[in-house]
């Protein structure tokens, strides 16, 4: 039945740009005989190229894993509070783009600044294609700005890091080794509720992940305070882990595919991928070089020109 959705959705597409694209002829037919004016023939050009893109972009997330929900994972860097203030920012933009767009987004854990802003943050994005559009926001985000947390009134750069891990569902299996996992319990911290600093509910997961393509060992690590209900955290963390070692096997497959085809750009994770200059009203993407100049637009969610553009840049190398 999914499936079978999926196929409809483009069925439908298809149909609505065949009859835009038939309006459009009509009303320049009718142009010529003078029944319209020229201004409503360039509405309905307007309108029939916009559903073209969207329709042309969607084309462009053709992977399993781009028809995903995400997990999208913030933390700060180096830098004290002015970087922990950046990923607070972050995160508001990312959350703003969610409900822009229809996403649901939950916040699975978060941790406080010491003073300001956040440590780390994990969001679950769920809707159509959330992966897909915003695997694009994984690497190091670059802010430069006179920072309020500053005396002296001097430009500073901060850093945060952003990881998108496609969310993956029952449907999809993962290996996961019992033997390997270790739970701990704490309880959640912050304000309101009884039930809050009594009861541990907060939960830490701890997996020994052995890479089976190089054989290198890692911790995986995750928390979750998302509810009350320690059983409940621990489905959730359990589903956390899925995505990462998904998202493990799919960076895996991504590399592979990269020494096949020498000479293509290769996708650098964990690069610094975007620069936020608050004092030159300017936000560029390093990748594509694509920029913007509504720097509170961009913080308030409006990421769509910079996903576009890194989507038709990564497409155009597939082919």
């Known amino acids: 039945m999914k499936l079978v959705k999926d196929l409809q959705k483009w069925i439908d597409g298809y149909q609505e740009l065949q009859t835009m694209a038939d309006e459009l002829a009509l009303a320049f037919d009718f142009y010529k005989e003078e029944l319209v004016s020229e201004q409503e023939v360039d509405e309905a050009y307007a309108k029939a190229y916009a559903a073209v893109e969207a329709l042309e972009l969607k084309n462009m997330l053709r992977e399993e894993a781009d028809q995903m929900d995400c997990v999208l994972k913030i933390n700060s860097g180096a830098g004290g ?3 922990q203030d950046w990923a607070s920012m972050l995160m508001r933009m990312y959350l703003r783009y969610a409900e822009m767009n229809g996403y649901k987004a939950t916040i699975a854990n978060l941790q406080e600044g010491d003073e300001a802003g956040i440590k780390t943050c994990t969001i679950n994005i769920e809707g159509g294609f959330a992966y897909g559009y915003l695997k694009g926001e994984n690497g190091v985000h670059r802010l430069v700005r006179v920072s309020p947390y500053n005396a002296q009134g001097k430009r500073m750069t901060s850093f945060a890091s952003v990881f998108v891990s496609p969310l993956v569902d029952d449907s999809i299996e993962v290996n996961i080794e019992p033997a ?12 309101g ?9 907060g939960v830490r997961l701890r997996y020994q992940y052995t890479d089976p393509y190089n054989g290198e060992e890692e911790e995986i690590l995750i928390e979750n305070t998302e509810t009350r209900d320690q059983p409940k955290n621990r489905e959730n963390a359990m589903r956390q882990l899925r995505s990462i070692l998904y998202d493990k096997e799919l960076q895996h497959r991504m590399a592979e595919q990269a020494k096949v085809e020498a000479g293509k750009k290769k996708i650098e994770w964990g690069s610094q991928i975007r620069s936020y200059v608050f004092d030159d009203r300017r936000v560029k993407d390093h990748r594509t070089n694509y920029q913007s100049s509504d720097v509170n637009g961009v913080m308030d969610g409006k990421l769509e020109g910079f996903i576009k553009a890194y989507l038709m840049e990564f497409s155009s190398e597939e082919e």
């Open 81 to 83: 509070t002015e970087s």
């Open 180 to 191: 390997r996992v270790s739970w701990d319990t704490f309880r959640s911290g912050g304000a």
């Open 193 to 201: 509720g009884q039930n809050v600093n009594k009861v541990e509910s």
